[in-house]
């Protein structure tokens, strides 16, 4: 019988009926591909556990078809590091990805390296799990490490891997509450092992949409596909969710008129409803009256490595690669484009901002949607170009979030679904323009694309499609913008 794996007994902590469904009816729980941004994470994980196993030199990689025998054969020649070591016993198996050997101890130091920035609970589940396994198989344990990447850190020059990366010993923690967690890895064993198909709801009924397992609809077929669980921020409030779950309510036609509810969630319940929109003509007319000319509409898209690429930059921080923008000179005038499209293995920061103040006037306002985004890349932009602090500071006060209109529920619409993501707004407003028909359809799609170019493994003739890909989704989201602020200028009499 298949054992059970350290992904499996993580998964098992989250949602027992997920990770079972992976188990034993894998054609359920890979029904669904990966979306791009679950791909570009498994990616990551990768990138970063090769720049971590920098620290280690010497170290002996496990490859072949049988890892586990190739991992024996390692630790009875006392291979001093071996990466990606093999184990399994009690019908259990996990990867260790550094484990290094102490001759004078004759005990192993366990090293697991992470892509995050911080450390979260289910870090010290993962390396107690691979503890604990390493000790069934008979090895002497001795500390054991978690290795994440820095937060602080700014690359300059060549990366010492000693300050990229935080390490953090775990063999305490892990120690304070072995008992529990042999007793939880015992638990998820015989429950993943057994025979008998899990049956009732899954524990993702009581968290909000975005956080539902990969198999929710399969073991919650009574949950409609939109429902409570899609209540703007519902998955906040944990309690409120599960006062509607527990009594059984779970489409919005059902929520009682007394429940306590956010005005957001109240608007959603009500346009759901009656089907008919609400629109606060006034408020719109007031907040794009607000507005000066020439009005300038804006979208960045970025490249965020989890190892920085360039001088100034930490991991994560975003790589303006490119934007979209369409200028409104005066009232009645056609929407003009600018563009900019980085696709050189260079930083593209001081080409991106001498295109920006060409483009961009020096008054006028600044749309965006989602302005917390953009206005934090000018803010890195000006760290790594001080004497630009003034100018992004004075761009930054222009902007106006598109997004706000819907945001403080000025129009909302049933089709909305209790999103203000351009992507459910445009649709409605703008029905005429669709991201559907385009190759690339998101931001995450758009960032992996620019590392494609980077990667310099497409020959010509393809990377002049991706950059024309990038330029028609990025250049859609500037113009979509202008065409929902045409729209309301209609709705609301502007």
Known sequence: MTPVSKTLYILWRACPNNAWLRLHKPEIYFAKPPSEYDQSILDVGVDVE?????????????????PAAKTCELLGQQTPIVFQAAFEHDQLSAFVDVLR????????????????????????????????????????????????????????????????????DLTDQIAQRADEIEREIESARDYLLGATEPKGPCPCIYKGRANHCTTFGYSNPAIPPYGVHDLAHIGSSP???????????????????????????KAQIQVHRN??????ERAIARDLGELAFPLHFIDYETFAPPVPLFDGYGPYE?????????VIGAPGEEPANRKFLHTEVTDPTEAFVRSLTEHVAPFGSVLVWNKSFESSVNDLIARRLPQLRDYFAEFNDRMYDLKDIFAKQYFVDRHFRGSTSIKSVLPVLAPHLSYKNLAIQDGTAASNAWGELLSNALTG?????????????????SYGMVAIWSALGKVSGG
């Open 50 to 66: 090769l720049a971590g196993r920098r620290l280690f030199e010497g170290g002996t990689l496990v490859v072949g078809e049988s």
């Open 101 to 168: 050997y102490d001759r004078s101890t004759c005990k192993y130091a366990v090293f697991e390296i992470k892509a995050s920035t911080k450390s979260n609970p289910e870090h010290l589940y993962d390396v107690a799990f691979q503890v604990s396994l390493l000790r069934r198989c008979g090895l002497k344990v001795g500390r054991a490490y978690l290795l994440h990447l820095n937060a602080n850190f700014r690359r300059n020059g060549p990366i010492p891997v000693e300050q990229l990366f935080e390490t953090i």
């Open 239 to 265: 309690k409120k969710l599960k006062e509607l779950v527990d009594a059984g309510i779970f489409s919005l036609t059902d929520v009682p008129s007394g429940f306590p509810l956010t005005p957001a969630q």
């Open 275 to 280: 089907g008919e929109p609400i629109i606060q």
């Open 318 to 326: 975003p790589i303006p690669l490119e934007y979209s923008l369409h």
């Open 461 to 477: 003739a393809e990377a002049r499609i991706l950059r024309n890909q990038l330029a028609e989704y990025c250049a859609l989201d």
